[in-house]
């Protein structure tokens, strides 16, 4: 079993930056995939990106060339550094990881991982 705790939450305006942690514990793999998902309100949960084994690194659309994913395997912690916030990326954001048979690849939905953490709480306003 895998436990996954994030923190780095808080409110912001906009344009601020914020930096998320999570902090693996427990079983860990070297085939894991680790991303960052976000549940906006009344939105279905999005995936906002993820980097595999590989340390190949995916963003969603919305995000990219604000947000970077990182990890650090010695510390066993993921980061998501988010810059030039806007009110929309107001949401709770999730720390989640899986098991890849060979690495080297990330899933797209939300309901290919099977560890979750129990979501930091991100606010941007205007």
């Known amino acids: 079993q895998m436990q996954l705790v994030e923190s780095g939450g808080g409110s912001v305006q906009t344009g601020g930056s914020l930096r998320l942690s999570c902090a693996a514990s427990g079983y860990t793999n070297s085939t894991d995939c680790m991303a960052w998902f976000r549940q906006r309100p009344e939105r279905e949960r999005e995936k906002v990106a993820d980097?595999?084994?590989?340390?190949?690194?995916r963003y969603a659309d919305s995000v990219k060339g604000r947000f970077t994913i990182s990890q650090d395997n010695a510390k066993n912690t993921l980061y998501l550094q988010m810059n030039s916030l806007k009110p929309d990326d107001t949401a709770m954001y999730y720390c989640?990881?899986?098991?890849?048979?060979?690495?080297?690849?990330?899933?797209?939905?939300?309901?290919?991982?099977?560890?979750w953490g129990q979501g930091t709480q991100v606010t941007v306003s205007s």
């Open positions: 989640a990881a899986v098991s890849v048979i060979g690495g080297g690849y990330c899933y797209t939905a939300a309901y290919g991982y099977n560890y």
């Open positions: 980097i595999d084994s590989d340390g190949n690194t």
